[in-house]
């Protein structure tokens, strides 16, 4: 007799073993139906496994994340059976799920076009109509390797032959195309019904440069039509958003090849930089922080010292002067200690929190370069608080306060929260993890929100709280973080005096509130494209004159806001106001003020406000009271 465990408590008995499938027939017809696969003791699996002992069940549908993985890796291969019925001649490689969809990459003859898309995509709907069923076989390694060499599949052959000799290997056959996974699949393609097919990119073999060049294909897969349609109308917002078309097109900054990985501010976009810097250094001011300033390049020897030069050399740059070995730094950490050990420090100085923006090197890959979001040389907003391990505590819940305003004066006020707890291999006695990941929940805890635990995924030297914000399209960016560290500090040399006129190494606090300036630019860009707030706007307010007889009062009202404070600019150039309005309204300033003979002669201007709200004419000294309430409130 088997006992098979189900989801609300219940149990079913089954005289001899049992498919996950009539499991689910015994259950219902309805469930039957729907069912896409199972989840046997946490496993994953097909709704053909056979369950020969006691176990636990759940009964996979497209309502849950794990039936949406089925439906996803299931249409990669029907991607690959398609490309294989429409082109015999290209091999088939991998083909692996990815967020919102999947991918497969192809060696072919040559380059697939838009219209090779369509006609796949459409193969793959007549596949899919053919409910053909999806079956799964086990074969020996060796005899694998031979049989798919036999079919010209010499990349499969090879992933296979790279696989230990004694292990067997499962294949997924569907109709007359037979594909090597580890599966797990949906019973049949008449499964896949809400499919898309995106784009063809390049990809190496084996992610190795020096190997052939592939052609990879995306697609995405959702359980709905509903579902589908709404992740590619957000798509199309999405580039409508993308901070690359909108940083050309309202001349904030470009990328060029003479410099790959780095960004050239233009004069907008160098201010929208700075309003984004004083605001965070004024943040730094009013919590306690003192701003510090570490140089660029640091000698190999601290590297070794603090162990990146072992565990991340390669993501490093490197220059040499009279036989010394340096290191562009990458993050600011090892600088913030040396500032530190400089004159003795008592338990009395602690708290002491450093902050910097200090710019870092990465060298990142070329095909992980996108935009100004993922660069070589970034600034960093980057704060270290050296402290005891009692202080960890009131520091975190201090700083996810502070985290939570800063996020929301950007406009951001969907977070989310996730401590990462220790990993199987690190430093340090469980007694001071328990204390810091304790340190860590509680803080979220009083500050009255809800956390995940991602067990493990701590580094080595500590764990730490991920602050994950939401854009408007839902996008989630990971940017703030609050790393405990027990390590670093001691391994360069840094200590305190205790209460107990002993010598002892400050517990530090890695924290960044928007992480990489870059980066954080690009999202806002994004998250409000391109329509900053007022406060953030490169340009606030542009005076434009109906003909050149404004042209002396367009200058007296641009002096007198600037005055002010305004990022004010006039437009005297002989255009028809209609034409001016129109160009300053693509370029999204938040307001364009218009005056004519009889504004001038009233001292009033005609304001209008972004998005076509046209306030009316006023007094000067009203829009100032205006536009300056929009800045303080960051409306």
Sequence with gaps: MISIQLPDGSKREFAAAVTVGEVAASIGAGLAKAALGGKVDGKLVDLSHRIERDAALAIVTDKSADGIELIRHSTAHLLAYAVKELFPDAQVTIGPVIDNGFYYDFSYKRPFTPDDLVAIEKKMGELAAKNEPVERRVLPRDEAVAYFNSLGEHYKAEIIASIPANEDVSLYREGKFEDLCRGPHVPSTGKLKHFKLMKVAGAYWRGDHRNEMLQRIYGTAWATKEELQQYLTMLEEAEKRDHRKLGRELDLFHLDEHSPGTVFWHPKGWTLWQQVEQYMRRVYQDNGYQEVK??????????????????????????????????????????????????????????????????????????????????????????????????????????????????????????????????????????????????????????????????????????????????????????????????????????????????????????????????????????????????????????????????????????????????????????????????????????????????????????????????????????????????????
């Design 294 to 635: 570490g140089p660029q390049i640091l000698d190999q020897a601290l590297w070794e010292a603090t162990g990146h030069w072992d565990k991340y050399r390669d993501n490093m740059f490197f220059t040499e002067s009279e036989k010394r070995h340096y290191a562009l730094k990458p993050m600011n950490c090892p600088g913030h200690v040396l500032i530190f050990k400089q004159g003795i420090k008592s338990y009395r100085d602690l708290p002491l929190r450093y902050g910097e923006f200090g710019q870092c090197h990465r060298n990142e890959p070329t095909g992980g370069l996108h935009g100004i979001m993922r660069v070589r040389a970034f600034t960093q907003d980057d704060g270290h608080i050296f402290c005891t391990e009692d202080m960890i505590l009131d520091e975190c819940v201090a700083y996810t306060a502070l985290l939570q305003k800063v996020y929301a004066d950007f406009g951001f006020k969907d977070i989310i929260y996730k401590v990462a707890t220790r990993p199987a291999a690190r430093i340090g006695s469980d007694e001071i993890w328990d204390k810091a990941e304790f340190a860590l929940m509680e803080s979220l805890r009083r500050s009255n929100v809800e956390f995940e635990i991602a067990p493990g995924d701590g580094a080595f030297y500590g764990p730490k709280i991920e602050y994950t914000l939401k854009d408007a399209l839902g996008r989630p960016w990971q940017c703030g973080t609050m790393q405990v560290d027990f390590s670093m500090a001691e391994r360069l040399g840094a200590e305190y005096v205790t209460e107990s006129s002993e010598r002892k190494p400050p517990v530090m606090l890695h924290r960044a509130i928007v992480g990489s300036l870059e980066r954080f630019i690009g999202i806002l860009i994004e998250q409000h494209a391109g329509a900053l707030p007022a406060w953030l706007s490169p340009v606030q307010a542009v005076v434009a004159s109906i003909t050149e007889a404004q042209a002396d009062y367009v200058a007296s009202v641009v002096k007198a806001l600037q005055k002010q404070g305004v990022r004010a600019s006039a437009d005297l150039r002989n255009e028809k106001i209609t034409y001016k309005i129109r160009e300053h309204s693509l370029q999204k300033v938040p307001f364009i003020l218009v005056v004519g003979d009889k504004e001038k002669a009233n001292g009033t201007v005609a304001v209008r406000a972004r998005g076509n709200q046209d306030l009316g004419v006023m007094p000067l000294e009203d829009f100032a009271q205006k536009i300056e309430q929009a800045v303080t409130t960051k409306a």
